[in-house]
């Protein structure tokens, strides 16, 4: 069965320190892959997607990820964090096809300390 | 639209009341989702639509739940007697074709009391 693996349930990192987030996938065929930030209250924020070529995404907000096949990993990655990121972070995968919908981790929350 | 909007943004419904739940995608999207978030958990499918027809029905958790795009726009999540195990936000998303990730909604708090 495909699946999605976020190991973390909270992370706590200072302001301006680096940050990785983890994502591990498990399916058949290479999937669609995915992370999405959400700030209380409020719908999901793609912040980057891996279809196909370079392994390494960037995206919005300084955010990068690199895609391992080795490893099944898709990891978030951001070089300095800011109060701003704190929120929860989703990693999805899908199967590309269109017709499915993604299956979702079930979150890191990321905390930002002084 | 400029996003995606679902209506109401709170319901809170008796335990064995009928809700509707509302998405309107952003315009010429031919692609809709529903999901499911309970809280402290990730978003799970319920089902898709391409245009009007509904092509996954597959993550619906009982028939109580129903799910609706007349005419390939707006789209409606109903709930037949809702159970306390229902209380979630309902997230809907739509992209502009097949396979591209979907722009989400701001979500529907449910509340089953």
Known sequence: AQSVTQPDIHITVSEGASLELRCNYSYGATPYLFWYVQSPGQGLQLLLKYFSGDTLVQGIKGFEAEFKRSQSSFNLRKPSVHWSDAAEYFCAGGSGGGADGLTFGKGTHLIIQP | ?113
């Open chain 2, 1 to 113: 639209g400029a996003g995606v909007s679902q209506s109401p943004r709170y319901k809170v419904a008796k335990r064995g009341q009928d809700v509707a739940l509302r998405c309107d995608p952003i315009s010429g999207h031919v692609s809709l989702f529903w999901y499911q978030q309970a809280l402290g958990q990730g978003p799970e499918f319920l089902t898709y639509f391409q245009n009007e027809a509904q092509l996954d029905k597959s993550g619906l958790p009982s028939d109580r739940f129903f799910a609706e795009r007349p005419e390939g726009s707006v789209s409606t999540l109903k709930i037949q007697r809702t159970q306390q195990e229902d209380s979630a936000v309902y997230l809907c998303a739509s992209s502009l074709r097949a396979g591209a990730p979907g722009t989400f909604g701001s979500g529907t708090r449910l509340t089953v009391v």
